[in-house]
């Protein structure tokens, strides 16, 4: 394993035993090229994470990367339902993704609990209505 790959892989396990620490369970995911689905998810599949540690942060191409990622997730949970069932009827398929996301990228010479979490503003804003439970009309 080169050294770049290797910091990266440290790192996803930093944040892999942060979060469950914290109460979140997650687990890191194997690679997987055009049909990857994140680094690292919540093992109920609802969250997806693109953990990175590099030099530069380039934020847009983090989301980017994230997008797809959510994109091939949200298809796996419709490939990988029963028969009868939908996960994605939950009224989210449509409206919203049934799966979450955030980039989670490492700050240089910072303990894991510092990483920058980034995510895509509308993903923030679902956020904030689903768990503060407001009811807005648009």
Known sequence: MNRSKARGTAFETDVVNYLNAYG???????PAGSKDVG???????????????TKSIDLAGA???????MLNADNAALKSAKRGDNPVVRGAAIIKRVVRGAAIIKRVRKNVSEAYVVMPLREFAD?????????VDV
């Open 24 to 30: 979140i369970p997650v687990r890191r995911m194997p």
């Open 127 to 135: 956020l904030i209505m689903e768990f503060e439970g407001y009811n």
């Open 39 to 53: 680094d690292v998810q919540t093992f109920d599949g609802q969250w997806v994470f693109e953990i990175k540690n």
């Open 63 to 69: 989301c980017d990367e994230l997008d797809a990622e």
